[in-house]
């Protein structure tokens, strides 16, 4: 699954959202600061962790490529 998101720059937190892969920004949070996420292969437990094109957000054992179309 590609996520395409709306934003150049979009937090690791927003994206899970967006993504429908957690249901409430507190759900997020606490996958993210429990280790439960990585980027580009990296746990990563800053929610506010900017992603930018190119990037692969795994999350329960999916990885999901962040795509930003070129006209926002």
Do not use: C, H
Not at 15 to 34: P, R, W, Y
Not at 43 to 67: A, H, Q
């Amino acid at each position: 699954m590609v996520v395409k998101v709306t934003e150049q720059n979009i937090k690791l937190d927003k994206f899970l959202k967006l993504s429908g892969l957690v249901e409430s920004g507190g759900q997020a949070k606490a996958f993210i600061q429990s280790g439960y996420v990585m980027v580009n292969g990296q746990i990563e437990t800053r929610r506010g962790r900017k992603l930018i094109e190119g990037d692969r957000v795994t999350f329960n054992g999916e990885t999901f490529p962040v795509t930003i179309p070129d006209k926002i």
